[in-house]
């Protein structure tokens, strides 16, 4: 069974960065598109970047100027560096992928407390 392993979130003061990874194990199924996601309790899931498997790229409007994707294909793994926290950032930021006859796998979801 296909699992998605988040990691590299904790507590950050603002302006600070982070990077969080994502990694899919126990996996045979090429991975499509790569995406990151964030949701904050009461509120909709929104997407904050998404990345191709040629490596093109969408970034949600929070995100432009700041945070960036990448993926490594190899490992099949997502990275989300995340530039110039701001408390409005603090969030659970979710991982999400695309797997060629499999459809869409999420992983937990790793909390991101931005405060001083």
């Known amino acids: 069974q296909v699992q998605l392993v988040e990691s590299g979130g904790g507590l950050v003061q603002p302006g600070g960065s982070l990077r969080l990874s994502c990694a899919a194990t126990?996996?045979?199924?090429?991975?499509?598109?790569m995406r990151w996601y964030r949701q904050n309790s009461g509120k909709q899931r929104e997407l904050v970047a998404q990345i191709t498997r040629d490596g093109n790229i969408n970034y949600g409007d929070s995100a432009k100027g700041r945070f960036t994707i990448s993926r490594n294909n190899a490992k099949d793994t997502v990275y989300l560096q995340m530039n110039g926290l701001k408390p409005e950032d603090t969030s659970v930021y979710y991982c999400?992928?695309?797997?060629?006859?499999?459809?869409?796998?999420w992983g937990h979801g790793i909390q991101v407390p931005v405060s001083s």
């Open positions: 126990k996996t045979i199924f090429s991975i499509y598109a």
């Open positions: 999400n992928m695309d797997f060629k006859d499999l459809g869409k796998e």
